[in-house]
């Protein structure tokens, strides 16, 4: 399967060019964000691999404010165990997920990694990406499924939820005030 995405972020001025390609060891995420914050133009590519379970084990950004450039490059194994440039970084140990701040694709690992039942809720340990603050950091979130198309999406202590609404694939259709995907005619 082969998916191009194109999503339209609300809350941060952007737009977002995501290619999903699957294959049998796994998915392999390639994306480009442009957009504007507090005046400032930035532009986010990123790289995401997953394994067949659509667990993360590698990501890469690239992350451009006007002059300044950031880059981040992480592998993962299938116990959440990170490294970076070969060494361990304990304090991500038992993330599987991650979340981009700037991207609602990020929403979409989980979604597909926990398979979960209408009306089941697993609380999930997630490497958080804030792009704009430029912090990686741990959290917990809770993914409740509440319908076959909608997930609530709580961070934990709960100062966040949202009901995602996502298609056949497990893509964001909808973030609530955040994202909606362009459809192309």
């Known amino acids: 399967m082969q998916k191009n995405i194109l999503w339209a972020g609300i809350e941060y001025d952007s737009l977002e060019n995501c290619m999903i390609k699957s294959k049998e060891s796994g998915v392999e995420i390639n994306s480009v964000i442009i957009g504007s914050y507090k005046h400032e133009i930035y532009r986010v590519s990123y790289l995401i691999k997953t394994n067949e379970h659509w667990a993360t084990v590698f990501f890469e950004l690239e992350v451009q404010f006007s002059d300044r450039k950031l ?6 194994d299938r116990e959440g165990n990170w490294t970076k440039n070969g060494s ?26 926990l398979k979960l039942e209408i009306n089941e809720r697993r609380q999930i340990k997630v490497l958080y990406i804030d792009i704009l603050n430029q912090e990686i950091k741990p959290v917990l979130q809770n993914y409740t499924r509440i319908s076959d198309v909608e997930y609530k999406f709580e961070n934990v202590p709960n100062d966040f939820e949202a009901i995602i609404s996502i298609d056949e694939d497990g893509f964001v259709v909808n973030y609530p005030n955040l994202f909606v995907r362009q459809e192309i005619s």
């Open 71 to 76: 880059m981040y490059s992480y592998n993962c």
């Open 88 to 113: 361990a970084i304990d304090e991500f140990k038992g993330c599987i997920d991650i979340d981009i701040s700037l991207t609602p694709f990020t929403n979409s690992l989980p979604i597909n990694r």
